[in-house]
């Protein structure tokens, strides 16, 4: 009798034990700051809270009308960054990270689309399938400095992407990246307009993004001379450490002029995508963007060793990423998305618009 109580002792101690150890386990798992947002709702997805996006003056409206600003990253070159064009990339980007939006840049030149199409399309469509079946936005960016000098293969590929996509309302177009020095009215507009109408032949209305002269820095430039379609926004892009006050003034001009702008490339460092960060002016930009509703992505998902990059060499291509796994970069922006998208990725039923302001 006494042996069968010991036993019973036993195995009563090392059943609290493996209870407490459950426990234990169970709260270092969920206190994880990383992974999966436990508590954001994945039911209520993005594109159902906003919807097809519009132009309604110098802002980007959502399907009530209401200002709105998208917050993600890019994602680099495809030819040379083509492993982070992954659903888990993808996938772990909306639920750790919350971004509302993926920029997938398409590599047209050198050793890209125009070499080799069906390689370089293959990662594009498996970015959008992502994104389309995450419920975020997802810009197709025709990532070429000189898109002018190859117009009719951004024509044939737009509209080829307007046909298989442009139903959803997820997709957004980038159709040319980053004019270098030339002039907006004599060679930037007239392909843009060409562009344009050969995505709307298929009856795509969702909203276009245009690169601007100077590496689209001159906003204030085209808006002075704007394209006549709807739903179109003239792309800002600028490096903390070497744009200041100054492409801030150009932003305003174009503001001013009722021009709608989206920053669809941004970095936290110099322009050449290393040296150092400049946190003051970096979150200057960001009150200024944040004041003006406006729109942004980060460069780059890349494990380049480099200054903007937001990996550090190695980190997985499938997500899963924590603290040990980005760079400074990649810290400051994944903190800065989970904070502008907060509003968005709440408990069930809770999902709501950020606020106007």
């Not at 200041?244 to 709608?260: C, E, F, P, S, V």
Request: proline share 4%; charged share 20%.
């Amino acid at each position: 009798m006494k042996d069968n109580f010991n036993k019973k002792i036993i195995y009563f101690l090392l059943m609290c034990t493996l209870g407490v150890s459950c426990i234990l386990f169970y709260y270092l798992m969920s206190s994880n700051t990383y992974g999966p947002d436990k508590t954001a709702n994945k039911n209520n997805r993005v594109i159902d809270l906003l919807g097809r996006l519009q132009v309604a003056g110098n802002q980007i409206v959502d399907q009530n009308g209401k200002p709105v600003a998208l917050h993600g990253m890019s994602l680099f070159w495809s030819q040379w960054m083509g492993k982070y064009y992954t659903p888990d990339c993808i996938k772990w980007l909306r639920d750790d990270w919350h971004c509302t939006v993926i920029r997938a840049a398409l590599g047209v030149t050198p050793a890209g689309y125009l070499e080799n199409p069906e390689v370089e399309l293959k990662k594009m469509y498996t970015v959008i399938d992502a994104c389309l079946d995450l419920g975020i936005y997802v810009i197709v960016d025709w990532h070429d400095h000189n898109a002018h000098n190859h117009q009719q293969a951004a024509i044939t590929f737009f509209k080829d992407i307007a046909t298989k996509y442009g139903s959803h309302p997820n997709i957004i177009y980038e159709i040319y990246n980053e004019p270098e020095k030339i002039s907006w009215t004599e060679v930037i507009k007239p392909y843009a307009e060409s562009v344009i109408k050969s995505i709307r032949s298929k009856h795509s209305y969702n909203l276009i993004l245009v690169g601007t002269p100077t590496w689209s820095q001159d906003v204030d430039i085209a808006s002075q001379d704007p394209l006549l379609f709807d739903n179109i926004a003239y792309t800002l892009h600028f490096y903390a450490s070497t744009h200041g006050q100054y492409l801030r003034d150009k932003a305003t001009i174009a503001l001013q002029n009722r021009a709608a702008i989206f920053v669809s490339e941004f970095g936290t460092c110099e322009y050449t995508g290393t040296g150092l960060i400049n946190r003051i002016e970096l979150d200057n930009w960001f009150n200024f963007m944040q004041k003006n509703q406006i729109s942004w992505c980060n460069w780059s998902i890349a494990d380049k060793n480099e200054t903007s990059a937001a990996l550090i060499p190695g980190a997985s291509p499938e997500g899963g990423w924590t603290d040990i796994d980005l760079s400074r970069s990649g810290l400051i922006i994944r903190n800065q998305i989970r904070l502008l998208n907060e509003s968005i990725f709440k408990l069930p039923g809770q999902a709501e618009l950020p606020p106007t302001p």
